[in-house]
């Protein structure tokens, strides 16, 4: 008989959004009357900016006829866009970047997850906590974690603690680690690093010779000049870093699906005989084997938020969320609660009142005030006592939830 990947067997079964779906339907059920704001799940509301949807149109309008037909393209990304990412967020902030050190995908999620398949699996992971869940789940998949503990952290993994107290800036680990995955600015916390910050990683990663997997998903969010919106603008970082970006939050592309990876050529890792290789090219073997290129009509709606109006469009949805996102971490403040975030990233991450666990607090938000948040403890074991809202609904929800919470949740 065929045997399985038994790694698969150490992930606990349910998975975080199911079991608030399974709560909120119970809920519903039992109160079919209540009005529900769903501020939990991180996807975006609004449309895709009129740039975008007018170059795709135009793109399908080429694939009616034969003469401008496309069918399987670089499977790196057309230069259209290629070549328009590398100007605008790249050269335009002083960073060189070469056309075969980016890759075109199908979002962030697939790249974040696949990266760790062209590292060793003997290698160690270091892994800010909370965070984004992939970049664990991805590697327990392929074995380079034990088992989980009862205290919730997976043997053989490095947790880098963020809260309130070290200001949701990791400490550097006291091991030796290989690979550190840092996703700034953050989900859950909503929080980023300074420059400053930034660069202890990097000056570790150098003397250490380690690689950083800077997931920068959220970078279009950053306000505060100090904030870097790529690693690469840190010194050396070229050498040791990894760099993943998404039109998903930044353009609203959740559903259309276009992400991208930056991998320097001069990221370097040893082989077993001890020779020193670029993940470049294994990269480039990887996904030219495994995945045969974005969607044409994709990859021109993408390269839209370049042009003029594109980039008008995209600031204005991304202004729209981030007011949402001052509405709700004012306002909780303004009910005694602690919040965090949402000043450089489209998340608020609060603390739970008199550090309730943060599936109670899901249960309280969502009984007394029939608000759907995410609870923080499905980021890692140091979300617990926290809980994300996100900025992302519409502006009515936000300010009816924000009242809710300020005139009838009892803390
Ligand atoms: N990285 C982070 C930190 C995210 O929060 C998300 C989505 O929520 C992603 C990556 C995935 O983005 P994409 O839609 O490009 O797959």
């Not at 503990?149 to 490095?158: A, I, K, L, S, W």
């Not at 840092?182 to 570790?204: F, H, I, M, Q």
Request: proline letters at 5%; hydrophobic letters at 35%; charged letters at 25%.
């Amino acid at each position: 008989m065929a045997t399985i990947n038994d790694n698969y067997l150490k992930l606990p079964g349910s998975y975080l959004f199911a079991e608030i779906a399974r709560r909120v339907a119970a809920f519903k059920e039992a109160n079919p009357e209540a009005d529900i704001i769903r501020l939990g799940i991180g996807d975006v509301t609004q449309p895709l900016p009129p740039a975008c949807i007018e170059a795709m149109h135009k793109a399908v309008d080429e694939l009616a006829n034969a003469d401008t037909f496309r069918g399987y393209g670089p499977e790196q990304g057309y230069s259209f866009l290629t070549d328009a990412i590398i100007e605008h967020n790249y050269k335009a902030r002083g960073i060189e970047i070469a056309s075969d050190e980016i890759f075109i995908s199908d979002g962030s999620k697939s790249d974040c997850g696949n990266i760790q398949e062209i590292f060793g699996t003997d290698n160690h992971v270091a892994i800010t906590d909370p965070v984004y869940p992939v970049y664990l789940d991805t590697n327990v998949m392929a074995g380079r974690t034990g088992t989980l503990q009862e205290d919730g952290h997976f043997e053989g993994v490095t947790y880098l603690p963020c809260d309130a107290s070290n200001d949701f800036a990791p400490a550097l680990p006291k091991e030796r680690v290989d690979m550190i995955y840092l996703c700034c600015p953050n989900n859950p916390t909503g929080t980023t690093l300074s420059r400053a910050e930034l660069k202890k990683w990097v000056d570790y990663a150098r003397e250490n010779e380690s690689v950083i997997l800077f997931d920068a998903a959220y970078a279009a969010y950053i306000t505060e000049d100090d904030v870097p919106r790529s690693i690469y603008e840190i010194e050396g970082a070229k050498d040791v870093a990894i760099e993943f970006r998404s039109f998903s939050k930044t353009a609203g592309f959740t559903g259309t699906r276009c992400g991208y990876t930056i991998i320097p050529k001069t990221v370097k890792g040893h082989a077993a005989d001890g020779t020193l290789v670029e993940f470049n090219k294994l990269w480039n073997r990887r996904h030219t084997t495994k995945f045969n290129g974005t969607a044409y009509i994709v990859q021109r709606g993408a390269a839209a938020i370049y042009t003029e109006e594109g980039q008008k469009q995209v600031k204005e949805t991304i202004a729209y969320y981030m007011e949402n996102a001052r509405i709700i971490r004012e306002g909780l403040q303004a009910a005694g609660i602690k919040a965090y975030g949402g000043v450089n990233a489209p998340y608020i991450w609060l603390k739970t009142p008199e550090n309730m666990p943060s599936w109670d607090f899901f249960d309280k938000l969502l009984t007394e005030v029939h608000i759907v948040g995410t609870p923080g403890a499905g980021f890692g074991p140091c979300g617990e006592g926290y809980f994300r809202l996100t900025a992302f609904g519409n502006r009515e929800n936000t300010v009816r939830a924000v009242e809710r919470i300020k005139k009838q949740l009892h803390i």
